[in-house]
Every structure is written in structure tokens, then in C-alpha cells.
């Protein structure tokens, strides 16, 4: 069985006070909560405030990022050792925004994932097709040299603390959900490379979650999809209301 995983992404938004006070709101709307895991991503410089918002609540702390090395001239960067310090337990890792305007490869998804899963800090990794790449008809290769790539070098044991996420990069931000049909369609080909690679159980036991315009209205049919184990959730999940409501899907 694959534990559900709702996970919020909050991009470059929310001051301290901000994150503050939206854990004042949000956990008392999920407290009763145990269906799912709930992970919220706030920008680096909020998440000490929000580990301590969350102290005792069954909601985990991840950055968006990571670097990793552990410390040296690095600038601008942040370390594993740096996040855990901090009370972080998740990072998301290769998410679109990052590959597109940040220079962000298959060969350093990799090398943070390596990083990561060294540190006892768990991967979410981001993959997902470009809208030309998906009308040229590459989605499914695509997706699955990210896989490939981003978690090349892992042996099956590895795999367990990982969570994927797919993220078509036209469904981001665009209000376009990709269809219940097609999402499921992808989720079962990260699923079959993963297979390939690392045999049916690692396959049957990864979590993959579906990113992209994840809304309250829209969360429960994703849901209903055998592959699809949880969503990663930018724009709806900056409100209190509307991410307890996409955690509360059922
Ligand atoms: C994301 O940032 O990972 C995301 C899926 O954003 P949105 O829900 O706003 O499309």
C-alpha cells in the first residue's frame, strides 16, 4: 500500500509572519487528518518559522532546492546538512521552474538525489514534458530519460525514501490540469521505467504524484486513479482553505 502524499509547493511567496499565519489557520482545519501525508515547501529563508508552526502537527517541512555539497564557496546555495539543521525532512528536487530558468540538468537532479538520499533528507523529484515536447509526441520519452537520468546510479534498496512527481510544465501555473486519463497514462510510464530498472516491487511501492493547476475541484478525480498517490500543489496551495481542502480530498 502507497501512502497518499498531498505535498503544497510555495514557490517565492509568504514572508515569516505570512508563513506564520498560515499554519495558524491551516492546522486546525487538518488536525483530524490521517488519510494522507501533508508536506508543505515554503522559500528557505520561512522555513525555520514554519518547522516551528508545525511542531507536534502531522504536516512535514521541505525546501524547494538544494545543493550537494555539504559546505564551501557556494554562493547563494544551501545545504542538506543546512536543511536538516532547520527541521526540514523532504526536498523537492529538478522541479520545472528550476531546469527551465535555473539551469537545472538531469545530471544534477541526479547528483542532488544522491546528495539527499546520503543525508537522510527524501527526494521529491520533479519530471514532466514541455508542451512542444508533448505535441511533438516526446512526452513519454521525455519523462522517462528524467526518471532514467535523475535517479541513475540508485540500487533498488535506494528508491524507498523517494517520491516522484510528475509535472507536465504546460499544466503549471495555467489553470490546464492535465486530464485524469492522461496524467494516469504518464504515472503508468514512470511506473513501467521504474520497473525496468529496478523490478516490479521498487515499481509497486513508488509514490508518484501529479502536479500542475491541482485545485479543491479537481483533486478528488485525479485521486480515484490507481498510479496517482498524492499531488504537488503550487498556486492552491498558498491559501489555508484551499490546501486543506486538497487534503481533504476524500
Ligand atoms: C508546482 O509548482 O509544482 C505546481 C504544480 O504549480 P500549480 O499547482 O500552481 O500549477
Not at 3 to 11: D, T
Not at 63 to 89: H, N, R
Not at 131 to 149: F, H, S, T, Y
Not at 201 to 206: D, H, L
Request: charged share 20%.
Amino acid at each position: 500500500m502507497r501512502r497518499p502524499v498531498i505535498a503544497g509547493n510555495w514557490k517565492m511567496f509568504k514572508t515569516i509572519p505570512e508563513t506564520r499565519a498560515f499554519f495558524s489557520s491551516f492546522l486546525p482545519l487538518v488536525s483530524a487528518v490521517s488519510h494522507c501525508e501533508i508536506v508543505v515547501a515554503p522559500p528557505f529563508t520561512a522555513l525555520a518559522a514554519a518547522s516551528a508552526s508545525v511542531s507536534g502537527a502531522r504536516v512535514a517541512i521541505s525546501a524547494q532546492d538544494v545543493y550537494w555539497e555539504k559546505e564551501g564557496a557556494f554562493t547563494g546555495e544551501v545545504s542538506i546538512p543546512m536543511l536538516i539543521d532547520v527541521g526540514c525532512t523532504y526536498t523537492i528536487i529538478g522541479h520545472s521552474e528550476r531546469r527551465q530558468f535555473f539551469g537545472e540538468t538531469d545530471e544534477s537532479v541526479n547528483q542532488k538525489v544522491r546528495a539527499a538520499l546520503a543525508g537522510q533528507l527524501q527526494p521529491i523529484v520533479c519530471v514532466g514534458e514541455t508542451l512542444a515536447e508533448r505535441d511533438a509526441g516526446k512526452a513519454a520519452d521525455v519523462v522517462r530519460r528524467q526518471v532514467r537520468q535523475g535517479l541513475g546510479r540508485l540500487t533498488e534498496s535506494d528508491l524507498s525514501p523517494i517520491i516522484v512527481a510528475y509535472e507536465p510544465v504546460w499544466a503549471i501555473g495555467t489553470g490546464r490540469t492535465a486530464t485524469p486519463e492522461t496524467a494516469a497514462e504518464m504515472h503508468g510510464e514512470i511506473r513501467r521505467t521504474i520497473g525496468e530498472i529496478w523490478g516490479s516491487k521498487a515499481a509497486s511501492e513508488m509514490r508518484i504524484l501529479y502536479g500542475g493547476s491541482v485545485k479543491p475541484n479537481n483533486i478528488q478525480e485525479l485521486m480515484r486513479r490507481e498510479d496517482i498517490d498524492g499531488a504537488l500543489v503550487g498556486g492552491a496551495s498558498l491559501d489555508p482553505a484551499s490546501f486543506a481542502a486538497i487534503v481533504k480530498y476524500l
